[in-house]
């Protein structure tokens, strides 16, 4: 039993045998543990000097407008120049971006336009380091343990997504928001570290003389013209813009249904990163299988449905377990996203590829941050899930029926 657990340990965690990638996991657990407290800060700090879910929405998609603008073109940097280095500078400038803002928050002098601005400067910053951060692993940890390793730098965000807003919820009780930005600023400080820590003896780079116009086109063409990669990308516009405004439909959701505070809205972020982390982990463990196709397609449709549903939960313990399964789907799908578009493709590609994932993954948000706030302003708090579930099952519909020939391969694989 004992020699069992150890092998199904080695296999849950294998990707961490690598040094360079255990230096660089550690430091993104400490950081995105303060960004999820900054996050939760601010949303909730906003909607109470508002009062408003539309301007909670305008400051989600603040954050990713630059992601829509300028991912693509970051995809054709990343591949030219060393990964470490552009996560150097993006660090660098996070931590810049983060003394502003405890700053302006502990002299209280701290205005919605301020915030704005630095969501921005956020959105810009990660328009360069996300999709960095996710073509960067493959040089870690090498093809035999990709899977593995997206699926772990994958529990690092849910590991955080549990704490740091029930953590924020208690600074901000405890202490004020302040605290929570401070916090959130030293953070990247262990990222810089790892980062520094790590020693490559080749980092993939090519310095190529090409115009950033062609090699955008040379990625965009590649997910055009693979069948998998393109249906996933399609599943992606469509879940990953109404199904994933979390951050802006939970704060108004727990007050205005649930007639919650800081502390439930904490909460109920948790609950979607307690489902989301047992997802990340069971992935972690299925990854020596290879893809799940099957399972992508029955997530994907879950998740949908059960926003749908949420029109007929007004209890805090149903949502919170709702909540639970929410996150789970929505961790499956990501992950076997991203595994889609990184299995089987050029090094040379892949930070274009993986720029247009990062670009479906977050920059489709700004439309479902308005479109869900919006929504929330005309009919009630109690509207942001099911409008958003109920379009994206009629979204699909068309999709999968297109790509049924596909659709039927997957689910046969």
């Keep these: 039993m004992t020699v069992v657990n150890w092998h199904v340990l080695g296999d849950t965690f294998s990707s961490l045998r690598s040094k360079n990638f255990r230096r660089f996991w550690i430091g993104q657990c400490i950081s995105v543990m303060g960004t999820w407290i900054q996050r939760t800060t601010q949303t909730w700090m906003v909607y109470q000097m508002t009062k408003s879910a539309f301007l909670v929405g305008l400051l989600a998609a603040a954050q990713f407008v630059p992601i829509m603008a300028l991912t693509l073109v970051a995809g054709t940097l990343i591949d030219r120049y060393p990964k470490r280095r552009i996560l150097l500078i993006t660090q660098c400038g996070f931590l810049v971006l983060g003394a502003i803002m405890t700053t302006i928050t502990y002299l209280k002098i701290v205005q919605y336009w301020q915030i704005l601005a630095i969501a921005l400067g956020y959105g810009i910053l990660q328009s360069f380091d996300t999709p960095t951060r996710q073509s960067y692993v493959i040089e870690l940890v090498g093809k035999k343990d990709l899977m593995n390793g997206i699926s772990l730098n994958s529990s690092i965000f849910n590991l955080a997504k549990i704490a740091g807003p029930s953590l924020a919820g208690i600074l901000m009780v405890a202490l004020g928001v302040a605290p929570c930005f401070l916090i959130d600023t030293l953070s990247y400080i262990a990222v810089i570290i790892g980062l520094l820590m790590i020693h490559q003896a080749h980092p993939v780079a090519s310095h190529t003389p090409r115009h950033i116009v062609a090699d955008v086109k040379e990625g965009l063409a590649y997910v055009v013209h693979h069948d998998n990669v393109k249906l996933s990308a399609e599943l992606m516009m469509i879940i990953c813009t109404l199904n994933f405004n979390n951050n802006v439909i939970i704060p108004i959701y727990a ?122 302003d005309l009919a009630g708090g109690l509207w942001g899930f099911p409008s958003c579930g109920i379009l994206a099952l009629i979204l699909a519909v068309p999709v999968l029926m297109s790509h049924r020939q596909t659709v039927k391969q997957w689910l046969n694989a």
Excluded: K
Aim: charged fraction near 5%; charge should be positive; hydrophobic fraction near 55%.
């Design 255 to 376: 007050q205005e249904v649930l007639g919650r505070g800081a502390q439930g809205y904490a909460n109920l972020l948790s609950a979607t990163g307690i489902g989301s982390l047992a997802a990340a982990f069971l992935m972690s463990y299925l990854s020596r299988f290879g893809l799940r196709r099957d399972l992508y397609l029955v997530v994907a449709l879950a998740t949908a449905l059960m926003q749908s549903l949420m029109i007929f939960v007004h209890i805090y313990w149903l949502a919170m377990v709702f909540m639970v399964v929410i996150g789970f789907c929505n961790m499956v799908f990501l992950n076997q996203s991203n595994a889609a578009f990184q299995f089987s493709i050029p090094n040379e590609l892949r930070g274009r590829i993986m720029s247009v994932y990062v670009l479906l993954n977050q920059g489709s948000t700004p439309i479902g941050s308005l479109y869900s706030g919006g929504f929330m």
